[in-house]
């Protein structure tokens, strides 16, 4: 039987699990203290499980956790601490790769460049490895059986921006670390729904009818951008997810590390460099002097000392100072320029599939890319009756969630700049939603959805936020060194709700028996109108963008090897939130005769 | 069968020596205290033996160790700091502080005995708690007790350190280390 509602925020750089009873109304939910291991031999509950995995040497013995004696390797705080140490038995974000365009992520890649006794893994065991984390920590503390995880509504979420294959992933490693009843959520959405629980009744009152509510969600590693519109459903307010923004590893640890290097030339200067665990400290040193200056608004500077390696406190001690001015330059106007609503991040190209290592957004300002969400999306709500079309999206209401945003400069800045864009386009300001404490909010919003899906309060509706496309090669005469040209053709309408099926396409495609085949595959963020079926021969250049591609394999059963089978392609969207893909035979052999459609994981390499 | 534990080890005994032994006890228990005991912890079965509690000595050390992992706090310590000038000893001193205010706020609550504030007339009735408030200067006579409040006192509230497990040596307050490559 079911009793809880969890929620997990499965983030970048930290986990978190929040649990409340599905029967008793009213009861606040709770935030699991995860047990982990802070120091050799020394466990801890702590409300954060930091997403870092260490493979402890041999020398090292057995990390043991109060369930398990015998563990080669650590999840968590010590985790995390013990990686400065040894950094190439460290895996970090593996959440990151989870979603690479091109590497395989079902393959044994992390930790990049780790020694050989140490047996790589891949991103999705990484990932397994933390949910089943929390599940072990979940069933000690509830004692297993009826009230163990695998029993419970779990939802996990993932970053908006997530395409069809990385949620996927995701859920293969919840269901490898035994969660058997999972549904995904997006993190924006869940910010929201923290927020909504938090507020009681009276978020009715600060949200009204035609509202579209900017979600600015920047946490450690990600950035990610949804809109949501608030309209009238016959006398009742409805939340619609209208948009989503490009997946943007840029967050609160790039900002961080920002200051941590600045701080560092000056230290330089003075003939003092800090060595790499030095560099460790530093970065710590620096974000916490950082949340000092931002939210004490008289400090001009705030002092910072890096202890020294050795066992000698005093005359090692590294001793520097960020100002004011400091913060302001790299913080306010490196992440956060006033920029004008036409700015467009620099470098924006995905293409780079030479090396592997993490895509991270080689454009840091924030309000570019919110420039770029903004004017991309908008005709998210549709083309206006009369008069002239929006530049941009117009949000009414901004909602920050992520650790960063705690800082008023940076709220302020980029409201400011936001703002002036609306004026100049001639729509109001915004009104921040304020007034609930958003500490751990993904996790508790996670978790407040899974009661929602149990019937009880409001749900925000959207469905997926891509339409999906599959390449057609036309059948042109081949040209040494041209490149036949592509139409793309929609399988999955934009905004496919949980549950529904997409039309079948009237347009065929031919499979050849008994090997794979591999066709191209695009997704839109902003292409709302196709339906199934929908051919585009041509489309402005970042309408479309390339995912890793799909591949059907039809086994040879009753037909013949080679030969070329028409099929159509149906997509599905499942209640866990994923998008299936199954490939129709036009001439059946069977009744309901059909093959699952794998969304590659390997792409290119 | 000659399974291991206790059972293999009591000898089987014939009905008629049963017979005088259950009489001959029957007298001691009556008579014997010590005897009687011995007989009355047998008739229960002994309960498992309780997991080894850790000395009080290695709660200590941990919390040593975790004021030294967080703010270099045994490393101050054991350090000579006669010969620095003040500005080296500040220094160092943010660093302990740091670490150690974070870790100590982490794991305990610390509150003020009294809420007043310092320098504040207080008056102590009879019965207060002598193992909470102190007196000092010319103590004499009898409750109420009025003074003034010199130091406020700290009460610890809780104190969570984390649990050992996998038997790592308590006494490495912090292990060696040597770089390798």
Not at chain 2, 104 to 119: N, Q, S
Not at chain 2, 148 to 157: D, E, I, P, S, Y
Request: with cysteine; aromatic share 6%.
């Amino acid at each position: 039987m079911t009793r809880f509602a969890v929620g997990i925020d499965l983030g970048t750089t930290h986990c978190a699990l929040a649990v409340a009873p599905l029967e008793a109304d009213g009861v606040p939910l709770e935030i699991l203290g995860v047990p982990q291991l802070v120091a050799p031999g020394q466990v801890e509950a702590r409300p954060l499980l930091p997403s870092f995995l260490y493979f402890a040497h041999e020398t090292e013995g057995p990390q043991a956790l109060p369930w398990q004696a015998g563990r080669r390797f650590v999840v968590g705080e010590y985790a995390r601490s013990r990686g400065v140490d040894a950094p190439a038995r460290l895996i970090a974000s593996a959440k990151s790769w989870l979603s690479h365009p091109t590497a395989d992520r079902r393959a044994g890649i992390l930790p990049l460049g780790a020694p050989e006794d140490v047996e790589r893994i891949s991103p999705v065991e990484a990932t397994w490895h933390y949910l089943e984390h929390l599940c072990e920590a979940f069933d000690a503390h509830t004692g297993g059986g009826d009230a163990a995880l695998s029993k419970q509504d779990v939802v996990v979420t993932v970053p908006a921006s997530f395409d069809a294959s990385a949620r996927e992933l995701t859920v293969e490693a919840a269901l490898a670390a035994g969660i058997e009843k999972v549904t995904l959520l997006e993190e924006p959405q869940a910010a929201l729904y923290a927020w909504v629980l938090a507020m009681g009744e009276a978020w009715r009152r600060e949200v009204r009818p035609g509202d579209v509510i900017l979600v600015v969600d920047v946490g450690g590693g990600t950035t990610d951008f949804s809109a949501i519109h608030a309209v009238d459903d016959g006398g009742s307010l409805q939340l619609v997810r209208v948009a989503v923004g490009d997946h943007i590893l840029l967050g609160g640890d790039n900002m961080d590390l920002a200051l941590a290097h600045q701080v560092g030339q000056k230290l330089a200067a003075e003939a003092k460099v800090p060595d790499r665990w030095q560099q460790a400290s530093l970065v710590h040193a620096c974000r916490v002097a950082k949340e000092r200056l931002l939210s004490d608004a008289k400090l001009r500077a705030a002092p910072i000392a890096v202890a020294s390696r050795g066992s000698a406190l005093l005359g090692g001690t590294l001793r520097a100072e960020l100002t004011r001015d400091e913060v302001t330059r790299t913080l306010v106007d490196g992440f956060f320029p006033s920029v004008g609503a036409d700015a467009r991040p620099a470098g924006r190209a995905r293409g780079g599939l030479t090396q592997l290592g993490l895509h991270y957004a080689s454009d840091p300002a924030i309000t570019r890319h919110l420039a770029w969400f903004l004017a991309r999306q908008a005709g998210a709500l549709g083309v206006p009756a009369a008069g002239r079309a929006p530049k941009l999206l117009h949000p009414t209401a901004v909602l920050f969630n992520g650790g960063v945003m705690k800082a008023g400069p940076l709220r302020e800045r980029l409201v400011a700049t936001l703002d002036a864009w609306l004026e100049a386009d001639g729509a109001p300001r915004v009104r921040v939603l304020g007034g609930a404490d958003l500490d751990l909010a993904v996790a508790r919003g996670a978790c407040a959805y899974a009661r929602v899906r149990r019937g009880k309060g409001l749900r925000i509706r959207g469905g997926t936020a891509r339409a999906c496309y599959v390449g057609i090669e036309s059948a042109v005469p081949a040209v040494p060194g041209v490149e036949p040209p592509v139409s793309a053709m929609c399988v999955a309408p934009f905004g496919m709700e949980e549950g529904t099926e997409a039309e079948l396409p009237p347009h065929e495609l031919g499979v050849v028996v008994g090997e794979p085949v591999r066709f191209r595959f695009f997704g839109s963020t902003v292409r709302r109108d196709d339906v199934a079926g929908t051919v585009l021969e041509q489309w402005k250049g970042d309408e479309l963008e390339e995912l890793p591609p799909i591949e059907v394999t039809l086994p040879a059963e009753g037909r013949r090897e080679g030969d070329v089978v028409p099929v159509r392609l149906r997509a599905r969207v499942t209640e866990v939130g994923t998008l299936l893909l199954e490939a129709e035979p036009l001439h059946p052999l069977k009744p309901d005769e059909r093959w699952r459609v794998e969304l590659s994981v390997r792409g290119e390499g | 069968m000659n399974t291991p534990g206790v059972t293999t080890d009591v000898p089987e005994i014939s009905f008629l020596t049963r017979l005088w032994f259950a009489w001959l006890c029957s007298f001691r228990i009556l008579f014997d205290a010590r005897f009687a005991g011995r007989v009355w912890t047998v008739r229960v079965p002994a309960p498992a033996p309780l997991p080894p509690r850790l000395p009080e000595v290695s709660r200590a050390l941990q919390l040593l160790a975790l004021l030294q992992r967080e703010g270099r706090f045994v490393d101050f310590l054991q350090q000579d700091i006669a010969d620095f000038p003040d500005a080296d000893v500040g220094v160092a001193a943010r660093v302990v502080h740091e670490g150690c205010r974070n870790a100590l706020r982490a794991h305990a609550d610390i509150e003020p005995v009294r809420a007043e504030k310092e320098g504040a007339p207080v008056v102590l009735e009879a019965g207060f708690d002598a193992d909470a408030v102190k007196l000092v200067g010319d103590v004499k006579g009898q409750p109420p007790y009025a003074g003034v409040l010199r130091h406020r006192g700290w009460r610890a509230k809780r104190l969570d350190l984390p649990e050992i497990v996998g038997g790592h040596d308590a006494r490495i307050l912090a292990a060696a280390e040597v770089e390798l490559g």
